[in-house]
């Protein structure tokens, strides 16, 4: 019988359904889209090219990893590292005495800019030539000296460039003439100069360190064989075992050879699973929050139907089992067809992530079944599961009472649901006043949960609210006549219905307002810094990969200079609670006592004048500093951007960080831990009555520098910034379409089930432009409560929020709430214009013997 009257349900009345299904569609888009980046996030790999000959190779992690107990399991938190990580070059020549191997090249790059007749280059020691293969051999010439080079043949040519020819290099060890003695062919190498090992290791900036080591087999060793001997040789395979800090010695083979060659792949893969785990998993509670949300709304509206049931002798088993037939039914289909919505989204995202250069653009799309089936089941649950709570009061009702309470709305809601409502409420306020006292980072992890916990207290209180609204708006709306009148009346009596439209209202209030006010006020406050702090008078970047080593020597020399700063920008990695975090800083080139005339942050305690006396020193920000609970004369553990950890004393603690540099480092500290050993930018200020436009000219004469002003040190701005922001701005996108598409089925749904209640009104003699006019008055009163419950929800969430992240009030562009709270109330007036519209076309006897 129960599935009978399912299918008949679903076979005769579709509309009724046409809603829920909407929203299980869509609940089901999100969920895939995130499930399949996480998916994407813990398979991601990439094909060996240059290693594709090599079946072992022997590198540092690029992961700083630290382990704790807990209970009686040892979790593993690791970061990746902003630079890349590399191994001791010693430790080739220790793999190469071992009995299986034929040969053991150590192997390192190191960027070479455009000068002269030489195109950009990528420089290498010559025992890396023959790595890529058979084909990588000398054929013309013979092996570089100690000023000499060897280039690749296709370069050569191309820029007419012959054995004996002689060339001006810059590297990050320093600018040198070399003669060129030789050519060679090289297969997956690029242009490339190779430089006789010692100097190759002079002149790549990190002597004694190299980035890989190929380990080629003898004959008759197997790949296994071979990888067992180097793993014993090397103590194991430290990267997957325990201690803080990279540079833990990784043997790999098979795939895993291709994350050597591309060392940002772990942090595109730690960025595509915090994308679609974290965020993931507040977008699947929202999916599921919306698709419970409009299943009890829909299970709700056939409350006469339930109580007639009832009249005619079916049992409460009987009604749960036909709405759990009807879930069964609806659900899976329209998850299903949610999948290719979904797998598009995911798509667009990633393909948006390798625009901007987050993740390598030989990663791919990772589209497996997994994700598909747990929107399916997350959406058929969810709707089995709202739809017997909705249900559960009318089928045990009996008969006479239930068609009684389907007529007229319930007083007021339950006791259990209030109780639940105020206890979400008070752990939402828990959760703000906690996030308080937290630094940035943290803070900012608890703004979605923050938002989730009243967002399910609005859910559960909406009939409160929605009463309070009418309370509050009621004497206003009977200011606007008859319609106005009506449209108070109307809320008040059917507060519920009223809850149902403000909630998703509040949900695209909340959510947007909260990413998209971190984001706006995380720029705000990093522009204010870089107006306030940075006082150069020209800033002097690169227009290759870097400046050359000397850059800043050679600018203080300039006629008209007072003060020339070299930035190097890198990163650090520090201990966050029982979490990994990373931060971007400076290291600081010169006499750290003239930092202040081109930068001022804003010293809170210390100086910066002490900044290099001694080699370990560091200067935080304020922020950081937090993070820590350092003061100055603390040390404090860091990781440099290479993994290395180190304990430097802290000699400054300065507000503007976010923007310019969470710390400050002496260049010497971190030059031999990044990718390439290059000043950033050149921070200069001019002497008193210097000709600025002379002093610029003078600067633009520098070797690939380019001369602008204070405004472009952001040119170079922290890209994980870049990214975080724009993920931000995204998630509002995916997570607000979502919330106002639900939010318009919503109100279309509680619109067309006033039938009746139209063809009454209409009978008793209102005209049509009344029963207009009451609708937008009342969806007016809808968008206004959602806005300004929604935006209370996203101010106590950000107050602390922006505290921690910003160390500022919250920033509230004019352009972003305007339209946002321009949005909601065109929204809720299209969605209740549209079908009202479409029921008074239908003659008032018509509407009223429609089938409910």
Not at 240 to 254: M, W
Not at 401 to 420: D, F, H, K, N, S
Not at 768 to 793: D, H, K, N, P, Y
Request: glycine share 12%; with cysteine.
């Amino acid at each position: 019988m129960t599935n009978g009257l399912a299918r008949s349900s679903v076979r005769f009345r579709p509309a009724s359904f046409a809603g829920t299904l909407v929203a299980l569609l869509l609940g089901a888009a999100v969920v895939v889209a995130c499930g399949v980046l996480l998916q994407t996030g813990l398979t991601a790999s990439l094909k060996p090219a240059r290693y594709a000959d090599t079946p072992v190779v022997v590198a540092a992690d690029q992961a700083v990893k630290i382990q704790r107990k807990v209970g009686t399991d040892t979790e593993t938190t690791e970061e990746a590292t902003p630079e890349r990580a590399r191994t001791d070059a010693a430790l080739a020549g220790r793999l190469a005495a071992l009995p299986g191997v034929a040969a053991a090249r150590p192997d390192t790059a190191f960027p070479l800019p455009a000068s002269g007749r030489a195109p950009a280059l990528t420089g290498r020691g010559f025992a890396a030539l023959g790595i890529a293969g058979p084909g990588d051999t000398l054929v013309e010439g013979r092996a570089p000296g100690a000023n000499e080079v060897v280039l690749d043949a296709d370069t050569a040519r191309a820029a007419h460039i012959a054995p004996g020819a002689n060339l001006t290099l810059t590297a990050p060890g320093g600018t040198a003439d070399y003669r060129v003695s030789g050519l060679a062919a090289a297969q997956q190498a690029g242009p490339t100069a190779w430089f006789a090992d010692a100097t190759a290791d002079r002149l790549s900036g990190h002597p004694g360190r190299i980035d890989a080591i190929a380990v080629q087999p003898r004959a008759g060793v197997t790949t296994a064989a071979l990888a067992a001997q180097v793993r014993q040789a090397v103590g194991g395979d430290a990267g997957a075992g325990a201690g803080a800090g990279a540079g833990a010695v990784k043997v790999l083979t098979g795939d895993d050879r291709g994350a050597v060659e591309h060392p940002d792949l772990g942090g595109a893969r730690t960025l595509l699973m915090a994308l679609g785990g974290s965020f993931g998993g507040y977008a699947t509670m929202t999916a599921v929050f919306v698709v419970m949300s409009t299943v009890a709304l829909a299970t709700g509206q056939r409350a006469r139907e339930f109580a007639l049931l009832r009249a005619i002798g079916a049992t409460p088993r009987q009604i749960r089992r036909t709405i759990a037939a009807e879930a069964m039914l609806v659900a899976p289909l329209a998850a299903a067809l949610g999948i290719l919505p979904g797998i598009a989204l995911a798509r667009w995202w990633f393909d948006q992530l390798v625009e901007r250069g987050a993740v390598p653009a030989d990663v791919r799309l990772d589209v497996g079944p997994l994700p598909m089936l747990a929107a399916v089941l997350a959406c058929t649950l969810a709707a089995l599961t709202a739809g017997f709570l909705a249900a559960r009061r009318p089928s045990r009702m009996r008969a006479a009472q239930a068609l009684g309470e389907a007529a007229v709305e319930a007083p007021r809601p339950g006791a259990v649901r209030t109780v639940l409502g105020l206890v979400f409420a008070a752990g939402g306020i828990a959760a703000a006043a906690i996030a308080t006292s937290l630094d940035g980072a943290k803070a900012a992890q608890t703004a979605l949960g923050v938002v989730m916990c009243f967002m399910m207290a609005v859910a559960l209180l909406g009939p409160w609210l929605a009463r309070v609204a009418a309370a509050v708006l009621g004497a206003p709306l009977r200011a606007g006549g008859a319609p106005g009148s009506l449209a108070a009346d109307n809320t008040r009596a059917n507060a519920r219905r009223l809850a149902s439209a403000i909630t998703p209202i509040v949900l695209v209030t909340a959510f947007c307002g909260t990413l998209l006010i971190i984001q706006s006020t995380v720029r705000h406050t990093s522009g204010e810094n870089v107006r306030a702090g940075v006082t150069a008078d020209h800033v002097v970047g690169a227009t290759g990969p870097g400046l050359p080593a000397g850059t800043a020597e050679r600018a203080g020399r300039v006629p008209g200079v007072d003060t020339a700063v070299g930035v190097l920008r890198t990163g650090v990695v520090y201990r966050n609670g029982d979490q990994l975090s990373s931060a971007p800083v400076l290291g600081v080139d010169g006499d750290p006592a003239r930092l202040p005339k081109v930068l001022d942050l804003g010293v809170r305690s210390g100086a910066l004048a002490d900044l290099g006396r001694a080699p370990d020193t560091v200067a935080l920000s304020s922020t950081l500093a937090e993070a820590f609970g350092a003061e100055v004369g603390d040390r404090v553990p860091l990781w440099l951007g290479d993994g290395t950890a180190v304990r430097p004393a802290v000699v400054a603690v300065y507000d503007r960080g976010l923007g310019v540099g969470q710390a400050l480092l002496p260049r010497a500290a971190v030059a031999a831990h990044v990718t390439a050993g290059y000043d950033s930018q050149v921070l200069v200020a001019d002497a008193p009555g210097a000709d600025r436009a002379a002093v610029a000219a003078g600067l633009g004469g520098l070797a690939g520098a380019a001369v602008t002003d204070r405004a472009g040190f952001v040119a170079q701005s922290d890209k994980a910034m870049e990214v975080n922001g724009w993920a931000n701005t995204v998630m509002a996108a995916v997570l607000g379409g979502f919330a106002a598409v639900s939010a318009a089925n919503t109100l279309v749904m509680t619109v067309l089930d006033r039938r009746r209640e139209v063809a009454l009104l209409r009978l008793a003699g209102t005209t049509r432009r009344q029963v207009r006019g009451m609708m937008r008055w009342e969806a007016l009163l809808v968008a206004s409560t959602g806005l300004a419950v929604g935006a209370v929800i996203a101010a106590v969430t950000l107050v602390p929020v922006a505290r921690g992240v910003a160390n500022s009030a919250p920033y509230v562009p004019p352009m972003l709430a305007l339209p946002l709270a321009a949005g909601a109330v065109l929204l809720c007036l299209a969605a209740t214009g549209v079908p009202v519209r479409a029921l008074l076309r239908t003659r008032p006897a018509g509407l009223g013997a429609a089938r409910q």
